[in-house]
């Protein structure tokens, strides 16, 4: 496919495709290239630093989730492509959640689909509880200043899922270094790779011994599944390896959340208010962007107009799930924080059959953190100026690192 492709657009020529370089960004700032590109039409085309030719961009709320939810729309269709992207490499393993379409998207989710459901979450909640209890424990005893990213931040989520995952304690630590050097982007051609070998042959051989297990962790219920032939161990392997990155994100957005908490006060007093709180966390879901840029494209399985735009078969496709939580029709004032904002359909989750399986243990992990950490550290400041807050550099998705903070 080439920049000359006429077939995209009925009675007027194409859009310009437009290169999108996706920098790293200082703190919640909002793509500047994205606001641009959103400014210029409900769709328009792009061209990433990876991959080959061009791709439409969908940014208007309704246009995402009707993309997202449509069959019209593959994304199994994308791995046998070269799909302009993000990063360098792209080997999506057999399965992948994030790469399959209905039926075998519900097929290959059903295994696990019980670990997290609401209540298992309920059952989970008071463990948590005591791990962040335990973590705060060792600030306190230690006393302010503490960087509550490394205290807290990141061995949380981590911890979490790894109990949610059934990641035995003794092998937490190198399970952690895998996933946090598979989602940054420095040097990943060789590390990453490197890390991805080790997460999934260690991946294999736990899901291997729990073949007879009757736990309720991740890696129980693949062995099960696997062992009844209802997935095979290559696609276990496929399914766990995202779900075990996940604590990373909530990691990276509840560092961003934790700096606006703490640079303006006005949110610091919402959030202080237990009643008043779930609401403000809604808002900061979406006006956070949770990655860099977009995510991932799927193939137009036949012609689909939409405004007048003609998007062709097999032509590819990008969504902005960031961008349609900016949709000045759907949100007002779309760039400014409001806590009491009421409907509020933010996508941060994603929509449709690719809703993000770990959305309620995300949920339950930010409430955890930002009530525990408000409630047990009273005063809760930055230790330094906030203009010199470091911010994380390399990584898909981006927060300040380290958080030095103090309390009375």
């Given at each position: 496919m080439?920049?000359?492709?006429?077939?995209?657009?009925?009675?007027?020529?194409?859009?310009?495709?437009?290169?999108?370089?996706?920098?790293?960004?200082?703190?919640?700032?909002?793509?500047?290239?994205?606001?641009?590109?959103?400014?210029?039409?409900?769709?328009?085309?792009?061209?990433?630093?990876?991959?080959?030719?061009?791709?439409?961009?969908?940014?208007?709320?309704?246009?995402?989730?009707?993309?997202?939810?449509?069959?019209r729309f593959s994304r199994a269709e994308v791995t046998a492509r070269q799909v302009t992207r993000t990063e360098p490499r792209f080997e999506p393993r057999p399965g992948a959640l994030a790469w399959a379409d209905q039926p075998d998207h519900h097929r290959l989710r059903n295994p696990v689909a019980g670990a997290f459901t609401v209540a298992a979450m309920k059952r989970m909640r008071p463990r948590a509880q005591r791990m962040l209890d335990a973590l705060v424990d060792g600030v306190l005893d230690d006393g302010p200043p503490a960087d509550l990213?490394?205290?807290?931040?990141?061995?949380?989520?981590?911890?979490?899922?790894?109990?949610?995952?059934?990641?035995?304690?003794?092998?937490?630590?190198?399970?952690?270094?895998?996933?946090?050097?598979?989602?940054?982007?420095?040097?990943?051609?060789?590390?990453?790779?490197?890390?991805?070998?080790?997460l999934h042959s260690w991946i294999a051989d736990t899901v291997r011994a729990r073949a007879a297990s009757t736990g309720d962790d991740v890696y129980s219920l693949l062995g099960a599944a696997v062992a009844r032939g209802e997935i095979g161990?290559?696609?276990?392997?496929?399914?766990?390896?995202?779900?075990?990155?996940?604590?990373?994100?909530?990691?990276?957005?509840?560092?961003?959340?934790?700096?606006?908490?703490?640079?303006?006060p006005e949110l610091l007093e919402r959030a202080l208010d237990e009643e008043r709180r779930v609401p403000l966390l809604d808002e900061l879901l979406r006006y956070i962007p949770h990655r860099s840029s977009v995510g991932l494209a799927c193939i137009a399985l036949e012609d689909v107009d939409l405004h007048g735009v003609r998007i062709a078969k097999g032509e590819p496709v990008y969504v902005s799930c960031p961008a349609a939580n900016r949709d000045p029709d759907v949100f007002p004032d779309p760039d400014r924080i409001d806590p009491d904002r009421d409907p509020n359909p933010h996508l941060a989750f994603g929509n449709g059959p690719h809703y993000c399986t770990g959305a309620v243990l995300a949920r339950l992990q930010t409430e955890l953190l930002v009530d525990t950490?408000?409630?047990?550290?009273?005063?809760?400041?930055?230790?330094?100026?906030?203009?010199e807050v470091r911010r994380r550099r390399g990584t898909a998705i981006h927060g300040p690192h380290p958080l030095p903070c103090r309390w009375d």
């Open positions: 080439t920049e000359e492709t006429t077939t995209t657009l009925t009675g007027q020529a194409p859009p310009p495709v437009r290169d999108w370089p996706t920098p790293d960004l200082d703190g919640t700032v909002f793509d500047p290239v994205l606001a641009g590109l959103m400014r210029e039409g409900p769709l328009t085309r792009i061209r990433l630093p990876y991959g080959e030719g061009w791709a439409w961009l969908a940014t208007r709320h309704e246009d995402v989730r009707l993309i997202t939810a449509d069959p990213v490394e205290r807290v931040l990141e061995p949380f989520p981590i911890a979490v899922v790894s109990e949610v995952m059934g990641v035995p304690a003794a092998d937490r630590d190198q399970v952690h270094a895998w996933t946090r050097q598979i989602i940054s982007a420095s040097g990943r051609a060789e590390a990453a790779e490197e890390a991805e070998r080790g161990e290559e696609e276990a392997i496929g399914l766990a390896g995202p779900l075990q990155t996940g604590g990373e994100a909530v990691t990276h957005h509840c560092e961003q959340l934790l700096y606006l908490l703490l640079t303006r950490l408000l409630r047990r550290l009273p005063g809760l400041r930055l230790a330094v100026p906030a203009e």
